[in-house]
C-alpha cells in the first residue's frame, strides 16, 4: 500500500494564478484533510471532508476550496495564490467512527508563491 | 477552542541517553485523544504514540512513552536510549471526539529535538 499519496512535491507560482494540488489515499478511509505548514508553527488545519460528499471549513479556509472527488481522492484548489500562501501542504486520512482516531500523513507539497 | 503548548523550542540529549519533551493543553472537554507525531528532516509527519483520555495507564510503543496527567492537562513524551535517528521536530497533538470541530487536530508548535552522538 502507498498510504497517502500527494502531487506536485514541489511547485512555484506567480501570484494570480491557480492550480490545484492532488492527494489519494489507498487505506478505505472515510475522513480525509488538508492542513498547512509554516515557519515555527505546527500544522493548521484548511479543510476536510469527514465522508465522500461533504467538506467543512477548518482553522483556515480563505483562498482555498476542496473537492471530493470519491472516497479515495480529496483535492485542494488555489484559484488566485497570494504571496501569504505560500507553505508546505499535508493531506491526511483516518477512518473516523472507529477507536483508532489516528491520521496519517502523505509527504507533503512545498508550495512557493512569488 | 483548543489550545496546545509546547514550551520547548529546542532540546538536545546524548545518545542512548534519555529526555522528556513536555506538552500541555487547554480543553474543556472530557473525551479527547492526545497525540505525538514526529517530523524528520524528509518533513513525513510519522505517527509516534496515541493516548486515549479515558485511559489511565500511560501509552507506551517501543522506546517511546508518555506521561499523560489528565488533571494537570500534561502530555509529556519520554524518549528511552536517544538514536541518531530520532532528530526530528516532534509536535504533540489535540483530537476532540464530538461536537463542532470533532476528529480535527489541533497541533503546538513543536519541540526540534537533536541527538548528539
Known amino acids: 500500500n502507498a498510504g497517502v499519496t500527494q502531487t506536485p512535491k514541489f511547485q512555484v507560482l506567480k501570484t494570480g494564478q491557480s492550480m490545484t494540488l492532488q492527494c489519494a489515499q489507498d487505506m478505505n478511509h472515510n475522513s480525509m484533510y488538508w492542513y498547512r505548514q509554516d515557519p515555527g508553527m505546527g500544522l493548521r488545519l484548511i479543510y476536510y471532508s469527514a465522508s465522500e460528499g461533504t467538506t467543512d471549513k477548518g482553522e483556515v479556509p480563505n483562498g482555498y476550496n476542496v473537492s471530493r472527488l470519491n472516497k479515495r481522492e480529496f483535492s485542494l484548489r488555489l484559484e488566485s495564490a497570494a504571496p501569504s500562501q505560500t507553505s508546505v501542504y499535508f493531506c491526511?486520512?483516518?477512518?473516523?467512527?472507529?477507536?483508532?482516531?489516528?491520521?496519517?500523513f502523505g509527504p507533503g507539497t512545498r508550495l512557493l508563491v512569488l | 477552542a483548543q489550545t496546545v503548548t509546547q514550551s520547548q523550542p529546542e532540546m538536545s540529549v546524548q545518545e542512548a541517553e534519555t529526555v522528556t519533551l513536555s506538552c500541555t493543553y487547554d480543553t474543556s472537554e472530557s473525551n479527547y485523544y492526545l497525540f505525538w507525531y514526529k517530523q524528520p528532516p524528509s518533513r513525513q509527519m510519522i505517527l509516534v504514540i496515541r493516548?486515549?483520555?479515558?485511559?489511565?495507564q500511560n501509552a507506551t510503543e517501543n522506546r517511546f512513552s508518555v506521561n499523560f496527567q489528565k488533571a494537570a492537562k500534561s502530555f509529556s513524551l519520554k524518549i528511552s536510549d536517544s538514536q541518531l535517528g530520532d532528530t526530528a521536530m516532534y509536535f504533540c497533538a489535540f483530537m476532540k471526539l464530538s461536537g463542532a470541530g470533532s476528529y480535527q487536530l489541533t497541533f503546538g508548535k513543536g519541540t526540534k529535538l537533536s541527538v548528539i552522538p
Open positions: 493516548q486515549e483520555a479515558y485511559k489511565q
Open positions: 491526511a486520512s483516518s477512518e473516523t467512527g472507529l477507536e483508532s482516531e489516528t491520521q496519517y
